[in-house]
């Protein structure tokens, strides 16, 4: 478990209760009907359950790949009354804390599609962008591009947030 102020990260391969609320076609769409963690060409699938002041709000899931101790970040939900909030926030500062100081990987990645302005507003913000795949996907009839992002064990070191929120964040 990660703690950060009042908002908590979970291990867990049961999602069960977090999925009860949505739709059939939102957990077939999210790839969720039958998640558990497994293992394939040695990455691992991890799942983290978001809890803001002990009630889950959401969850992240992550593919860890062991011989290149590289993370990527593939899904990231948080229900829809928390988004704009300091949630998501701290929860992704607690990935990357654990990511980094615990596992001792060098490097998170994440996509994201060109049409998900939110979440590609916010990588921007964070990540290295490392590449771009071109009319990658088709959406709504129109085609759209898929953002590649990065960011790096130094640049977390070296960046004010792990500065200011090393002593604050608690692995048990």
């Known amino acids: 478990m990660i703690k950060f102020d009042d908002v908590t990260l979970k291990e867990t391969n ?5 999925v009860q609320s949505l739709s059939v076609i939102d957990r077939d769409k999210l790839g969720l ?11 691992w699938i991890s799942l983290f359950i978001i809890s803001h002041k002990s009630q889950d709000v959401g969850f992240i899931k992550i593919q860890k790949n062991i ?13 829809p009354e ?6 998501a926030y701290k929860a992704i500062i607690c990935l990357f804390y654990y990511i980094f100081e615990y596992l001792k ?13 939110e979440s590609f507003e916010a990588q921007k913000k964070y990540y290295k962008l490392e590449g771009e795949l071109k009319k ?20 977390f070191y070296s960046h004010e947030l792990y500065k200011d929120l090393k002593d604050k964040i608690k692995i048990t």
């Open 14 to 18: 049961d999602i069960s209760h977090m």
């Open 82 to 87: 928390k988004r704009k909030s300091h949630i």
């Open 67 to 79: 011989d290149n101790r590289i993370c990527e970040i593939t899904m990231t939900y948080i229900s």
């Open 105 to 117: 990987y060098e490097k998170v990645e994440s996509r994201c599609l060109e049409f998900n302005t």
């Open 33 to 43: 009907s039958d998640f558990e963690v497994r293992t394939k060409n040695n990455t």
């Open 136 to 155: 990658h996907i088709i959406h709504k009839g129109k085609y759209y591009s898929l953002f590649l992002f990065a960011f790096f064990k130094e640049d």
